[in-house]
């Protein structure tokens, strides 16, 4: 079992819907965001251009340097590929936000805490979508098990021109996206 | 996009700063004690006391930087992780320094030029070495932050390092009046090795990551050089930090210029590590170009509005 | 109640889309809002708004009880007053002008959405006004009212899902109805569906266009001449349909002739060889359909000749009531629809004829109105909504009641609107409202608008009330709603506060339904479902679509004087306009007012939605409005270069009308000579006494209404295609 994330890029229209049900999901402090949704492009000279929008949540990355540089063990892989932090063990030192190349961890303030995307892991638990997931209109994000060939993600995964996020930095991530 | 890396600010580029100058510090005088060349008795005992409380204070910065201090010990958890290893480092070099001042302080009865107190001070130069060490390989672990290469940064904040533990020797004994000392006039001499060496060690740092192929080496060089960075890289680093202290030494070395010149130098080791700790830059994220706000902002004007509609509240439906 | 956990089934009322809500109710307290997977359009999904809902219902800042002026007109101090007492004194003030001045000398404007509007017509011709305005004008209303004119329906229910190619024109669903932009995708996804994206702007949509054709702002009227002219030269027109079911192809055909691409070339700025590619691909797809966009409601006095030649385009080329094509849904056979709600036929034609506008935008007022329903009803059995499609003017409303002229005009009641920012030309409709007698405002929100009110009502929002999805009545289907909560605090729904007026006013009769839910059962009854309440129809039916029916013109034949499409217009010829299609340069553009151009060198488009903020709303959500804290003008960069404006900057934009300010967003989306401002803005965070920061940035502010410039058949202004400059503000 590995859990993973397809998100097509060439449907996400940018509306932030992902990044607003998240925060209001994990009740997050107003302005702290998970999923950010962020616009690349236009690029080139009117009319000939070419843009897109690029979501980014936790790439759970399988070779995850927030784990790795974890001095308390709080960051965390779980056996189904999930990164989480316990937040009860995160001393607040601010490594794994130091090391993740995908800017994806957010300090709490007020609970001295870094937190982040833990890909709804109780919803998946309960055959429940990630929220994010759910909530897309343009159905641009997929989840499901990227060892199972059968799956909707392993077979958008085969189909198309799809990879993740810098995978020069040896991150190896369990997020994918389909590039336009 | 960042504009500078702020996730470890003020408090973490102090913390590497006096631990590596508390380190070096001591190292200096253990090193200088362990090959019989003594420097007085004050001076030694004054400078490793010092270097014990700058790496203590160093210490604390480090358990300000926590979001939650309460649980500190935890960090002890992982040996695997080098943020455990460095904390490990540090503990380990404080209670090395601390037995080893206690030799220089006829107070405890275990005191004098013993074998017992080379010992400890080789046991405490080891630890020192890797206190000093390990912050390179730390911040080279960042993949996504190509400023930071371990590998360069090691010897890069090893001979800055030493520059300062040397510095704030020459300080300690031009203070306790121990500046004649022949051993200082050696260090002297070594001091201006170390500043021409961290020249070219800094010129090769930065001519490299300029060419090096990920865009965020490049924009932090762009930061040092030219950008945010740029005053305490020119003014503070390359001038404060090397140009001025070579002057002096031209200026003789009375135990006043001696004092100065450190000063200098240290001001500069200061710089170093805040300019290169906030120059290491992550790699933007796809379309981070076109952001305008930075996270912080997003805090804060979060705050403002929420404050004005509970003021709002109260004028709309209170009664 | 206690302990008790429901789910209702609940609909967004945050824009058109009306997406299907599940909301999980505990105690009588809403804990969650998520989207209802069963819901055809949402799919189970939300958009930022949905998803924030109960943001927008617990947030500390809505009116929550009337509110009464005490201060000065616009000075911000008010007391709070019972339902009873304001209701009370309303009423009496409105038979006081309607016994001194009549019935016209009381007005209404409501907004988009979130209301039911049969229910304020039926207040007003109750009343005897026919003064109703909303932005009709500039919203859908000149596209579906020409449609009518010509091929007896709006063409507005476009099935993608079969269609070959479909263009969306001056539309941008992937910022404003984002399930519409998934049909889309989705269609190409599993058909191949060509999409042709017709935008000045390299909108989200357009970014997904297979052929994206960047016309200058406002010339879409050339471009749609241009397609007839390459579609009827080269024979590309459905031959059999043109020749049973039309009238008026030769002259239509003649009428083209000089509206070659060379020609449109020049005016859209868009090459003749790429105007006449889109064009066969148009055509030679079948079957093709053409979406409703908003823009080209917006273009001043060209609006309606965009629409008609549009309309002739789809006729010819087969695409009417189509599998695929532009299906003309007509209105739903059986349930009570809008219009059998209005009571229309209580307003004395002495009345009728005083209706603001009436006299010279004659399509969208109630000298069209009766023409186009004399037919709809012979051949559909019902007709139009006069909410809507028979209103009054608003510049001419504005007029009226600043000049007294062709009438006093005392009292306006405003509800779901906040004209401050939504209608053109602010400075003059603030004018207005400074001077009325008597302004009521029901909101959710102490908006620019209502700090001007004389009341300020508190409205409930969806949530809060149930909705009955019927697209005003004009569609075949219809999607029932519950409320999740009762109303909070004092909150009302607007239903409830026409039929308490109305009881006030002597109406009593004709409100015999205690609530929204009794007068949604009442209209429902006929579809003979059996239910015995409505909360029971959205629990077990909840959606209702009649029968889809195909080629329905070929029994019924089509609903104009002739039976047939009239590609040359009888019922525009007889309210005095052009029956044929024919160019219309919009009121400002360099071709139209070269000297203005000199001195206002850019083109501005004025608007445009953007997420998450729906029209003027949602500035006070903080968790949306941290998602787009300021408003951007959008600069190609080679202009922005010229002006030394660096992006994030702030821009005056300057009209003769105005100038506001917004931040440089400086993109190569939009060409050199062109500047995009976003619409709606004020700043609730701000003063009360700067209104809200009403001035600072709200783009209306720069744009004109003087009707000579408007729609001659419709009265739509112009917002996107304005003359403007920009300049870095300093300091
Ligand atoms: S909800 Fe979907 S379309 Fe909207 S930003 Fe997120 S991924 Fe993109
Ligand atoms: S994306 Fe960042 S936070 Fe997530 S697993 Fe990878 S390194 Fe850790
Ligand atoms: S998976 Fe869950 S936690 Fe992660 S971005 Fe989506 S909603 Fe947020």
Same mark, same amino acid.
Not at chain 1, 69 to 83: E, V
Not at chain 2, 8 to 37: H, K, N, P, T
Not at chain 3, 86 to 115: C, F, P, Q, V, W
Not at chain 3, 274 to 288: D, Q, V
């Given at each position: 079992?590995?859990?993973?994330?397809?998100?097509?890029?060439?449907?996400?229209?940018?509306?932030?819907?992902?990044?607003?049900?998240?925060?209001?999901?994990?009740?997050?402090?107003?302005?702290?965001?998970?999923?950010?949704?962020?616009?690349?492009?236009?690029?080139?000279?009117?009319?000939?251009?070419?843009? *897109?929008?690029?979501?980014?949540?936790?790439?759970?990355? =399988?070779?995850?340097? /927030? +784990?790795?540089? !974890?001095?308390?063990? @709080?960051?965390?892989?779980?056996?189904?590929?999930?990164?989480?932090?316990?937040?009860?063990?995160?001393?607040?030192?601010?490594?794994?936000?130091?090391?993740?190349?995908?800017?994806?961890?957010?300090?709490?303030?007020?609970?001295?805490?870094?937190?982040?995307? *833990?890909?709804?892991?109780?919803?998946?638990?309960?055959? =429940?979508?990630?929220? /994010? +997931?759910?909530? !897309?209109?343009?159905? @641009?994000?997929?989840?499901?098990?990227?060892?199972?060939?059968?799956?909707?993600?392993?077979?958008?995964?085969?189909?198309?021109?799809?990879?993740?996020?810098?995978?020069?930095?040896?991150?190896?991530?369990?997020?994918?996206?389909?590039?336009? | 996009?960042?504009?500078?890396?702020?996730?470890?600010?003020?408090?973490?580029?102090?913390?590497?700063?006096?631990?590596?100058?508390?380190?070096?510090?001591?190292?200096?005088?253990?090193?200088?004690?362990?090959?019989?060349?003594?420097?007085?008795?004050?001076?030694?005992?004054?400078?490793?006391?010092?270097?014990?409380?700058?790496?203590?204070?160093?210490?604390?910065?480090?358990?300000?930087?926590?979001?939650?201090?309460?649980?500190?010990?935890?960090?002890?958890?992982?040996?695997?992780?080098?943020?455990?290893?460095?904390?490990?480092?540090?503990?380990?070099?404080?209670?090395?320094?601390?037995?080893?001042?206690?030799?220089?302080?006829?107070?405890?009865?275990?005191?004098?030029?013993?074998?017992?107190?080379?010992?400890?001070?080789?046991?405490?130069?080891?630890?020192?070495?890797?206190?000093?060490?390990?912050?390179?390989?730390?911040?080279?672990?960042?993949?996504?932050?190509?400023?930071?290469?371990?590998?360069?940064?090691?010897?890069?904040?090893?001979?800055?390092?030493?520059?300062?533990?040397?510095?704030?020797?020459?300080?300690?004994?031009?203070?306790?009046?121990?500046?004649?000392?022949?051993?200082?006039?050696?260090?002297?001499?070594?001091?201006?090795?170390?500043?021409?060496?961290?020249?070219?060690?800094?010129?090769?740092?930065?001519?490299?990551?300029?060419?090096?192929?990920?865009?965020?080496?490049?924009?932090?060089?762009?930061?040092?050089?030219?950008?945010?960075?740029?005053?305490?890289?020119?003014?503070?680093?390359?001038?404060?930090?090397?140009?001025?202290?070579?002057?002096?030494?031209?200026?003789?070395?009375?135990?006043?210029?001696?004092?100065?010149?450190?000063?200098?130098?240290?001001?500069?080791?200061?710089?170093?590590?805040?300019?290169?700790?906030?120059?290491?830059?992550?790699?933007?994220?796809?379309?981070?170009?076109?952001?305008?706000?930075?996270?912080?902002?997003?805090?804060?004007?979060?705050?403002?509005?929420?404050?004005?509609?509970?003021?709002?509240?109260?004028?709309?439906?209170?009664? | 109640?206690?302990?008790?956990?429901?789910?209702?089934?609940?609909?967004?009322?945050?824009?058109?889309?009306?997406?299907?809500?599940?909301?999980?109710?505990?105690?009588?307290?809403?804990?969650?809002?998520?989207?209802?997977?069963?819901?055809?359009?949402?799919?189970?999904?939300?958009?930022?708004?949905?998803?924030?809902?109960?943001?927008?219902?617990?947030?500390?800042?809505?009116?929550?009880?009337?509110?009464?002026?005490?201060?000065?007109?616009?000075?911000?101090?008010?007391?709070?007053?019972?339902?009873?007492?304001?209701?009370?004194?309303?009423?009496?003030?409105?038979?006081?002008?309607?016994?001194?001045?009549?019935?016209?000398?009381?007005?209404?404007?409501?907004?988009?959405?979130?209301?039911?509007?049969?229910?304020?017509?039926?207040?007003?011709?109750?009343?005897?006004?026919?003064?109703?305005?909303?932005?009709?004008?500039?919203?859908?209303?000149?596209?579906?009212?020409?449609?009518?004119?010509?091929?007896?329906?709006?063409?507005?229910?476009?099935?993608?899902?079969?269609?070959?190619?479909?263009?969306?024109?001056?539309?941008?669903?992937?910022?404003?109805?984002?399930?519409?932009?998934?049909?889309?995708?989705?269609?190409?996804?599993?058909?191949?569906?060509?999409?042709?994206?017709?935008?000045?702007?390299?909108?989200?949509?357009?970014?997904?266009?297979?052929?994206?054709?960047?016309?200058?702002?406002?010339?879409?009227?050339?471009?749609?001449?241009?397609?007839?002219?390459?579609?009827?030269?080269?024979?590309?027109?459905?031959?059999?349909?043109?020749?049973?079911?039309?009238?008026?192809?030769?002259?239509?055909?003649?009428?083209?002739?000089?509206?070659?691409?060379?020609?449109?070339?020049?005016?859209?700025?868009?090459?003749?060889?790429?105007?006449?590619?889109?064009?066969?691909?148009?055509?030679?797809?079948?079957?093709?359909?053409?979406?409703?966009?908003?823009?080209?409601?917006?273009?001043?006095?060209?609006?309606?000749?965009?629409?008609?030649?549009?309309?002739?385009?789809?006729?010819?080329?087969?695409?009417?009531?189509?599998?695929?094509?532009?299906?003309?849904?007509?209105?739903?056979?059986?349930?009570?629809?809008?219009?059998?709600?209005?009571?229309?036929?209580?307003?004395?034609?002495?009345?009728?004829?005083?209706?603001?506008?009436?006299?010279?935008?004659?399509?969208?007022?109630?000298?069209?109105?009766?023409?186009?329903?004399?037919?709809?009803?012979?051949?559909?059995?019902?007709?139009?909504?006069?909410?809507?499609?028979?209103?009054?003017?608003?510049?001419?409303?504005?007029?009226?009641?600043?000049?007294?002229?062709?009438?006093?005009?005392?009292?306006?009641?405003?509800?779901?609107?906040?004209?401050?920012?939504?209608?053109?030309?602010?400075?003059?409709?603030?004018?207005?409202?400074?001077?009325?007698?008597?302004?009521?405002?029901?909101?959710?929100?102490?908006?620019?608008?209502?700090?001007?009110?004389?009341?300020?009502?508190?409205?409930?929002?969806?949530?809060?009330?149930?909705?009955?999805?019927?697209?005003?009545?004009?569609?075949?289907?219809?999607?029932?709603?519950?409320?999740?909560?009762?109303?909070?605090?004092?909150?009302?729904?607007?239903?409830?506060?026409?039929?308490?007026?109305?009881?006030?006013?002597?109406?009593?009769?004709?409100?015999?339904?205690?609530?929204?839910?009794?007068?949604?059962?009442?209209?429902?009854?006929?579809?003979?479902?059996?239910?015995?309440?409505?909360?029971?129809?959205?629990?077990?039916?909840?959606?209702?679509?009649?029968?889809?029916?195909?080629?329905?013109?070929?029994?019924?034949?089509?609903?104009?004087?002739?039976?047939?499409?009239?590609?040359?217009?009888?019922?525009?010829?007889?309210?005095?306009?052009?029956?044929?299609?024919?160019?219309?340069?919009?009121?400002?553009?360099?071709?139209?007012?070269?000297?203005?151009?000199?001195?206002?060198?850019?083109?501005?488009?004025?608007?445009?939605?953007?997420?998450?903020?729906?029209?003027?709303?949602?500035?006070?959500?903080?968790?949306?409005?941290?998602?787009?804290?300021?408003?951007?003008?959008?600069?190609?960069?080679?202009?922005?270069?010229?002006?030394?404006?660096?992006?994030?900057?702030?821009?005056?934009?300057?009209?003769?009308?105005?100038?506001?300010?917004?931040?440089?967003?400086?993109?190569?989306?939009?060409?050199?000579?062109?500047?995009?401002?976003?619409?709606?803005?004020?700043?609730?965070?701000?003063?009360?006494?700067?209104?809200?920061?009403?001035?600072?940035?709200?783009?209306?502010?720069?744009?004109?209404?003087?009707?000579?410039?408007?729609?001659?058949?419709?009265?739509?202004?112009?917002?996107?295609?304005?003359?403007?400059?920009?300049?870095?503000?300093?300091?």
């Amino acid at each position: 079992m590995h859990w993973g994330m397809v998100i097509d890029l060439r449907r996400c229209v940018g509306c932030h819907a992902c990044t607003v049900a998240c925060q209001i999901e994990n009740n997050l402090p107003l302005g702290e965001t998970w999923n950010k949704v962020l616009t690349v492009g236009p690029e080139g000279d009117f009319p000939l251009l070419v843009s *897109h929008f690029f979501p980014r949540p936790c790439m759970h990355c =399988e070779d995850a340097p /927030c +784990v790795d540089g !974890c001095p308390t063990g @709080a960051s965390q892989k779980r056996p189904d590929g999930i990164i989480i932090v316990d937040g009860e063990r995160c001393i607040g030192c601010k490594f794994c936000m130091l090391v993740c190349p995908y800017g994806v961890r957010q300090f709490e303030a007020d609970k001295g805490i870094v937190q982040k995307c *833990h890909l709804c892991y109780e919803r998946l638990e309960q055959g =429940e979508m990630p929220r /994010c +997931v759910e909530t !897309c209109q343009l159905k @641009a994000r997929h989840v499901g098990d990227l060892d199972d060939p059968g799956s909707e993600v392993a077979a958008l995964l085969k189909q198309a021109n799809a990879r993740p996020l810098y995978p020069h930095l040896g991150t190896k991530p369990s997020v994918y996206y389909i590039f336009p | 996009m960042e504009d500078k890396q702020a996730i470890w600010g003020r408090l973490a580029a102090g913390y590497f700063f006096c631990a590596a100058l508390g380190a070096m510090v001591f190292a200096v005088i253990a090193f200088l004690d362990i090959i019989s060349s003594p420097l007085d008795g004050k001076a030694s005992g004054t400078g490793s006391f010092l270097g014990l409380a700058v790496a203590g204070l160093g210490g604390l910065l480090l358990l300000a930087e926590l979001g939650n201090k309460k649980r500190f010990l935890l960090v002890f958890s992982r040996m695997q992780s080098i943020m455990t290893k460095g904390a490990l480092f540090l503990a380990c070099f404080i209670v090395l320094a601390a037995i080893y001042t206690s030799f220089w302080f006829d107070i405890f009865p275990w005191a004098g030029a013993n074998a017992g107190r080379r010992v400890i001070g080789f046991l405490g130069i080891i630890f020192a070495v890797a206190l000093v060490m390990y912050p390179g390989l730390e911040l080279g672990e960042a993949r996504g932050r190509s400023f930071w290469n371990g590998s360069a940064l090691v010897p890069l904040w090893l001979t800055a390092a030493l520059t300062s533990g040397l510095a704030g020797v020459i300080l300690v004994a031009a203070v306790t009046g121990a500046s004649i000392a022949p051993a200082i006039a050696l260090l002297d001499k070594i001091l201006l090795a170390l500043i021409v060496t961290k020249v070219i060690l800094i010129a090769a740092y930065i001519m490299g990551m300029r060419r090096a192929a990920p865009e965020e080496a490049r924009r932090s060089v762009a930061t040092l050089l030219s950008g945010s960075l740029k005053n305490i890289f020119w003014w503070g680093i390359v001038v404060c930090g090397h140009i001025i202290p070579c002057f002096l030494y031209f200026g003789g070395s009375g135990a006043g210029i001696l004092a100065i010149k450190s000063l200098f130098v240290l001001a500069g080791e200061a710089c170093l590590r805040a300019a290169f700790l906030q120059a290491g830059v992550r790699v933007s994220l796809p379309g981070e170009d076109n952001e305008w706000y930075q996270e912080e902002e997003i805090a804060v004007l979060a705050a403002r509005l929420e404050q004005t509609w509970q003021e709002r509240a109260a004028w709309l439906n209170g009664k | 109640m206690a302990g008790t956990i429901e789910v209702k089934k609940a609909a967004c009322y945050f824009c058109h889309m009306n997406c299907g809500m599940l909301v999980h109710v505990e105690d009588g307290v809403v804990k969650k809002v998520t989207g209802d997977p069963e819901h055809p359009f949402n799919q189970g999904a939300q958009c930022p708004r949905g998803a924030a809902a109960m943001d927008h219902l617990n947030h500390i800042n809505r009116v929550n009880y009337p509110l009464k002026r005490v201060g000065e007109r616009g000075e911000g101090k008010f007391k709070r007053v019972s339902w009873e007492e304001a209701l009370e004194d309303i009423a009496t003030r409105l038979k006081k002008y309607k016994e001194e001045y009549g019935a016209e000398s009381i007005a209404t404007a409501g907004g988009t959405n979130r209301t039911d509007d049969w229910a304020r017509r039926r207040f007003f011709n109750l009343l005897g006004s026919p003064n109703v305005v909303h932005t009709s004008p500039v919203c859908w209303i000149p596209n579906f009212l020409i449609e009518t004119a010509i091929y007896g329906w709006s063409a507005f229910d476009p099935e993608i899902m079969g269609s070959r190619c479909v263009v969306v024109w001056g539309h941008n669903p992937g910022a404003s109805y984002l399930p519409e932009m998934r049909g889309l995708l989705e269609a190409r996804e599993n058909n191949g569906t060509k999409i042709i994206v017709i935008d000045p702007r390299y909108s989200e949509t357009a970014a997904r266009a297979d052929i994206w054709l960047p016309i200058r702002p406002g010339s879409d009227c050339a471009l749609a001449l241009a397609w007839l002219n390459v579609i009827i030269n080269e024979e590309l027109y459905d031959a059999d349909f043109v020749e049973n079911w039309t009238v008026g192809f030769e002259e239509l055909r003649e009428r083209v002739q000089e509206y070659t691409p060379e020609w449109a070339a020049e005016k859209t700025w868009v090459p003749a060889e790429k105007i006449a590619m889109a064009a066969r691909t148009y055509a030679t797809s079948r079957p093709a359909c053409i979406q409703w966009g908003v823009a080209t409601d917006q273009l001043g006095r060209a609006t309606s000749a965009v629409a008609q030649a549009r309309a002739v385009l789809r006729a010819i080329c087969g695409n009417l009531d189509v599998p695929g094509g532009d299906v003309m849904p007509g209105p739903h056979p059986t349930f009570i629809t809008d219009v059998e709600m209005e009571l229309n036929e209580l307003l004395p034609e002495e009345q009728r004829a005083k209706q603001l506008g009436a006299d010279r935008f004659k399509l969208s007022t109630w000298p069209g109105y009766k023409l186009l329903n004399e037919q709809l009803e012979r051949v559909w059995g019902k007709g139009l909504p006069a909410e809507w499609m028979c209103e009054a003017s608003p510049p001419v409303l504005w007029r009226a009641i600043l000049t007294g002229k062709p009438y006093p005009v005392k009292a306006l009641i405003v509800l779901a609107d906040n004209p401050l920012t939504s209608y053109a030309n602010s400075r003059l409709v603030y004018e207005a409202l400074s001077k009325l007698d008597l302004l009521v405002v029901m909101d959710y929100w102490l908006t620019p608008t209502a700090l001007m009110a004389d009341y300020v009502l508190p409205a409930a929002s969806w949530l809060e009330r149930p909705v009955l999805t019927t697209t005003y009545g004009v569609s075949d289907w219809l999607i029932a709603s519950e409320r999740a909560v009762q109303p909070l605090y004092e909150r009302k729904t607007d239903y409830d506060f026409w039929r308490a007026l109305g009881i006030k006013m002597g109406q009593e009769e004709y409100w015999p339904w205690l609530t929204n839910e009794e007068v949604f059962q009442y209209r429902l009854e006929a579809l003979g479902y059996g239910l015995e309440t409505y909360e029971d129809f959205v629990q077990g039916v909840r959606f209702d679509f009649a029968p889809r029916e195909y080629y329905k013109y070929v029994e019924k034949g089509f609903a104009t004087p002739s039976g047939k499409v009239e590609l040359k217009s009888s019922i525009l010829e007889t309210l005095g306009y052009d029956p044929l299609p024919h160019y219309v340069e919009p009121p400002f553009s360099p071709e139209a007012t070269p000297e203005l151009a000199r001195d206002y060198p850019l083109i501005l488009i004025a608007g445009g939605g953007f997420m998450p903020f729906y029209h003027s709303e949602h500035r006070q959500i903080t968790r949306l409005r941290l998602l787009h804290p300021q408003p951007r003008v959008a600069i190609n960069p080679e202009l922005a270069q010229k002006l030394g404006i660096k992006e994030g900057d702030w821009v005056w934009i300057e009209t003769p009308k105005g100038k506001v300010k917004q931040r440089a967003k400086i993109t190569t989306a939009i060409p050199p000579g062109v500047v995009q401002a976003e619409r709606g803005w004020w700043y609730p965070e701000k003063g009360a006494g700067e209104l809200f920061g009403v001035w600072e940035s709200n783009i209306n502010a720069c744009l004109d209404d003087d009707p000579d410039t408007c729609d001659p058949a419709c009265g739509s202004w112009c917002t996107r295609s304005v003359l403007c400059r920009i300049a870095k503000v300093e300091g």
